[in-house]
């Protein structure tokens, strides 16, 4: 049977949400409503995407008996008030990342997912990409042997997205395009703990991080390092050094489709869309839709890939960064 997804929010991920679940057999995923706070943007978000039902409102959307599981995509200050929505309504969750503002809220919705037995996630789709399945058998398989070094840069001008710049609408590069970086290292570290955080970077005049450049220390004096910026483009790579290789991910770190290991490419493109997309190599949200459905037909609650653990501990790190260079929420005084 298809897993029957809803939409909630009829904006920029969730269209290419549902263009990339279009490359999925139709006999697996379906989406079966979408919900925006204006009808009307349901109602043509639905006729773009064939979708037989739209809501103007998301309190209807959680009330539908046919949706197995929400695509949560609306903007990250309001995804506590939406996860928990859908978890009250006992409704599994694929929500976008960050999963919140900060780990208060994360807390708040990974106990409201536990109280209500539901399946939630925070969509950091990049796990879910085959190089990064890729990466991990590498790991698994000591192929580097003792990893000594993760170092990745995300940056790209984004001063003209309202979004990135007022704290109101979640602005700040850490939680947007940071955060990419920060969980590859936590990925290659297996979710341990780092010794130590330091971050150093510039904010803007709204009091958001607009480039930060921090350096973490693990145990067994392993490192990582990362830049991020939403002022100026970088050059959007990262690399994993060990005592015995080396692995490349050139640029789109956060979307990857290829690999280089000790010298050799590797490549792993993304399918063609049937729209065009809001974000670059969007149809790879597919993979992350992919790990909803084995975990629901597995009856898990949550993914080893990208489990509730992973989810706090990046919370609590991307708090730690934000202190560090001053940025405060208005959710952080709550
Ligand atoms: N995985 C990725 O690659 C990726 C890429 C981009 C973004 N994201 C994440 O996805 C989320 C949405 O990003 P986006 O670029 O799609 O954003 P967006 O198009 O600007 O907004 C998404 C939706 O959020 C709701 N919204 C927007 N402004 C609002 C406001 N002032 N008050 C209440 N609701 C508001 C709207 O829902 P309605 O349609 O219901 O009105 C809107 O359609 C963010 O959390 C972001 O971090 C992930």
């Known amino acids: 049977m298809a897993t029957r997804w809803g939409i909630c929010s009829a904006g920029r991920i969730s269209h290419d949400f549902a263009v990339a679940l279009k490359t999925l057999p139709a006999e697996e995923h379906q989406?079966?409503?979408?919900?925006?706070?204006?009808?009307?943007?349901?109602?043509?978000?639905?006729?773009?995407?064939?979708?037989?039902?739209?809501?103007?409102?998301?309190?209807?959307?959680?009330?539908?008996?046919?949706?197995?599981?929400?695509?949560?995509?609306?903007?990250?200050?309001?995804?506590?008030?939406?996860?928990?929505?859908?978890?009250?309504?006992?409704?599994?969750?694929?929500?976008?990342?960050?999963?919140?503002?900060?780990?208060?809220?994360?807390?708040?919705?990974?106990?409201?997912?536990?109280?209500?037995?539901?399946?939630?996630?925070?969509?950091?789709?990049?796990?879910?990409?085959?190089?990064?399945?890729?990466?991990?058998?590498?790991?698994?398989?000591?192929?580097?042997g003792e990893v000594k070094m993760v170092r990745s840069e995300f940056g790209r001008p984004l001063m003209h997205v309202p979004r990135l710049l007022q704290k109101e609408l979640g602005g700040g590069a850490l939680l947007s395009i940071g955060m990419y970086c920060l969980q590859l290292v936590l990925m290659v570290y297996d979710g341990e703990k780092p010794e130590s955080v330091q971050a150093t970077g510039v904010c803007l005049e709204t009091g958001v991080d607009e480039t930060v450049v921090v350096t973490l220390k693990f145990s067994k004096n392993r490192l990582a390092t990362f830049t991020y910026s939403s002022r100026v483009a970088l050059p959007n790579d990262a690399i994993i050094v060990g005592t015995k290789g080396t692995i490349h991910i050139p640029e789109k770190m956060w979307c990857p489709t290829s690999l280089v290991v000790n010298g050799e490419e590797r490549r792993f493109p993304v399918p063609e869309p049937s729209l065009p997309l809001n974000f670059p190599n969007g149809t790879g949200l597919r993979y992350e839709a992919e790990e909803v459905r084995l975990c629901l037909l597995k009856g898990l609650k949550e993914s080893t890939i990208m489990s509730h653990a992973d989810s706090l501990l990046l919370a609590e790190l991307e708090d730690e960064i934000r202190r560090q260079v001053g940025v405060v929420y208005s959710q952080d005084c709550q």
């Not at 046919?66 to 939406?82: E, W």
């Not at 978890?87 to 694929?94: F, P, R």
């Open 31 to 144: 989406v079966v409503a979408v919900a925006a706070r204006k009808l009307e943007d349901a109602e043509e978000f639905a006729r773009k995407h064939s979708i037989c039902r739209a809501y103007g409102s998301y309190e209807e959307l959680a009330r539908d008996p046919d949706v197995d599981v929400v695509y949560n995509g609306v903007i990250h200050p309001h995804h506590l008030k939406t996860c928990l929505l859908f978890t009250n309504a006992k409704k599994n969750v694929l929500c976008e990342k960050p999963l919140a503002m900060n780990t208060k809220e994360v807390k708040e919705i990974l106990d409201s997912a536990k109280r209500n037995n539901v399946f939630l996630m925070e969509a950091v789709w990049t796990r879910f990409f085959p190089v990064s399945v890729e990466i991990r058998r590498l790991l698994a398989q000591r192929e580097l």
